[in-house]
């Protein structure tokens, strides 16, 4: 008995993303998997009486897009109508920052709080003009004296908090800023209102925070706007006990029972990975298992292919532009190296710690994506990784460094002879190219996200949007890695580390589900995988990579049915 399809897409360029690239011309598909790909005439053979056939005249299909480092839950509760949008172009200036803070402040009861995401220096007019360096708390507490304010830049690791804030949390000029973290402070040693990494959370940790019932809407609304991009599949890293204190709880353990909720009641129309974030920033090591374990004990009974709690989120290093990453040579502005935000009252203390959050996360028998980005962070990673396999091996642990900014050809060749991976950032590297120049000098900034030598290595490449750093725009990405272009002043960074684009597109589908262990069952479109795929108006392959971003999503199908059409 023939057995028809329920849903033929044809007439297209069909990317399979399977081993051998192959580009079909329609794609057929049955109870939510991928029956069949090929020519037009011998897929056409499945179309029967209750068959929905679509004519693609031409247009791309691609695998559901797989964001593979995407913070789901901060990037909804931190969207709009849950906090006010400080990114560019919503923001160019201090003086906008100033206004958006005025306007909210006229609309929100005294003593409640503001809060807001997105700023970047790299776009702020008064900085690019050389006449500020950063944002000052004196800037926002003229037209806001009766509202705590609790702003966080686009990076997530550094905030900008009014002095209603600080006296709240009872920082001044004698605080101590906790491990890991940072208190900026004038000439009088006074705050100036900026916290970055571990010090952030002595304000964050007593805003208020939403609901829970808000906080799962966020996540809801974050998913459906997720599908209207193409995206069907994320890494949520680091949700847990590490996370209470972020984005107003955001990154709490409970955010997991929401996405349990939301696979119970049928709306998560995303399949999610999730990293557990059992420890904070300084926090000891002697507290992970233990959180870990605790964690695990909590977690409900889902479907895996919906949402599966895989790994382990630690913290190594901040971030480059705030020269808080672990760097071998000193940062120009500051002649800095920055540091681990681990816990430890010294360098090495610090290098020992995190080799043993590492050993404990490889014993426990779980993956670790470890948030790295300086050159020296990534070193002592990579040999903790391996350390930690030579005292107990496993065959299959695939651990990861995150971001790897600054990582050299012999630790991605280590990470690759390994089976472990680097999941890169290209968004971010557009956006901040201009400002890193001026941060670790243009040679070292070229190199910054080595894309082509990371695909060249043999280890797990995959690339990421890293939201809500950047917006979850993966046609960016792609673009990103395919010219190397600087968003603010068009020029190229690095070009030697451009890749084309299977490269860029492995790095969105199949190589993004290696890193969660699903690449047997979704990541390519080949019979018997899931039906998660994407429509796009055009073919990316027949499009100036310039001009990518030009693209628009008009179908995508999620088990194989419509969780997103363009009207």
């Known amino acids: 008995m023939m057995e028809f399809a329920d849903t033929v897409l044809r007439g297209g360029r069909v990317y399979t993303l399977d081993e051998g690239f192959t580009v079909a011309q329609a794609i057929a598909l049955r109870d939510g998997a991928v029956l069949a790909t090929g020519g037009d005439d011998e897929v056409s053979d499945l179309i029967g009486p209750g068959t929905r056939v679509v004519e693609l005249a031409g247009r791309a299909v691609l695998p559901g897009i797989d964001d593979s480092h995407l ?15 400080l990114s560019y172009p919503a923001v160019r200036s201090i ?25 970047d220096v790299g776009y702020l007019r008064e900085c690019l003009d050389g006449e500020r360096a950063i944002p000052h708390r004196s800037d926002i507490d003229g037209v806001s004296p009766d509202h705590p304010v609790c702003l966080t830049d686009f990076s997530g690791h550094m905030v900008l908090v009014n002095s209603a804030a600080l006296r709240l949390a009872g920082v001044d000029r004698d605080t101590v800023a906790p491990a890991g973290g940072v208190i900026d402070r004038d000439e009088s040693g006074e705050p100036t209102g900026i916290l970055r990494e571990g010090a952030q959370d002595l304000v964050q940790s007593i805003i208020p925070r939403p609901d829970y019932e808000t906080r799962k809407r966020a996540i809801a ?15 949520e890293p680091g949700l847990g006990p590490g996370g209470e204190g972020v984005l107003g ?21 995303a399949r999610v990975s999730v990293l557990m974030l059992p420890l904070a920033m300084g926090e000891t090591a002697d507290r992970l298992e233990t959180r870990v374990r605790e964690q695990q004990a909590g977690l409900g009974e889902t479907d895996p292919r919906l949402l599966n709690v895989i790994g382990v989120k630690l913290f190594a290093d901040g971030v480059p532009p705030n020269e808080t990453a672990y760097m071998y040579e000193p940062y120009g502005p500051s002649q800095g190296h920055g540091a681990l935000c681990v816990h430890g009252a010294s360098e090495p203390l610090q290098e020992a710690e995190l080799r043993r959050a590492i050993d404990a996360v490889h014993r426990l028998g779980l993956q670790a994506g470890v948030h790295v980005t300086g050159d020296h962070g990534i070193d002592i990673t990579v040999d903790a990784f391996v350390e930690a396999n030579e005292r107990h091996p496993r065959d299959d642990a695939r651990h990861y460094v995150i971001h790897g900014d600054f990582i050299s050809d012999e630790r991605l060749a280590q990470l690759g002879e390994r089976g472990y991976g680097v999941n890169m950032n290209p968004g971010i590297k557009a ?19 080595p894309t082509r030598s990371a695909a ?14 950047t917006a979850p725009d993966w046609l960016a990405g792609v673009a990103g890695m395919m010219t190397r272009r600087s968003k603010a002043t068009g020029r190229v960074s690095g070009p030697e580390q451009r890749v084309g684009l299977e490269t860029a597109l492995r790095a969105y589908t199949t190589n ?27 073919d990316p392959a027949s499009v100036d990579p310039e001009r990518l971003t030009e693209l628009r999503v008009d179908l995508t199908l999620f088990g194989g049915a419509p969780v997103y059409e363009r009207g």
Not at 222 to 234: D, E, H, K, P, Q
Not at 456 to 469: I, K, L, Q
Not at 516 to 530: C, I, T
Request: charged share 20%.
């Open 456 to 469: 060249e290595s043999g280890a797990t490449f995959c690339a990421s949007s890293d939201a809500p750093v």
């Open 249 to 269: 709880g955001a990154l709490g353990g409970d955010a997991i029972r929401a996405y349990e909720e939301l696979v119970a009641s049928g709306e998560l129309t």
């Open 71 to 85: 913070h789901g839950a901060a990037w909804g509760i931190g969207s709009p109508p849950y906090s006010l949008d």
């Open 431 to 449: 956006q901040i190219t201009d400002l890193m120049d001026s941060v670790v000098g243009e040679e070292l900034s070229a190199r910054q996200w």
């Open 512 to 538: 993004a589900a290696r890193q969660s262990f699903a690449e047997r069952w979704r990541g390519s479109l080949e019979p018997g995988k899931v039906a998660d795929l994407v429509v796009l108006d055009g």
């Open 221 to 235: 609304d974050a998913v459906r706007r997720l599908n209207a991009l193409g995206i069907t599949a994320y890494t």
């Open 95 to 119: 003086a906008e920052i100033v206004e958006t803070v005025r306007g909210a402040a006229g609309t929100t009861t005294p003593g409640d709080w503001i809060v807001g995401q997105g700023w």
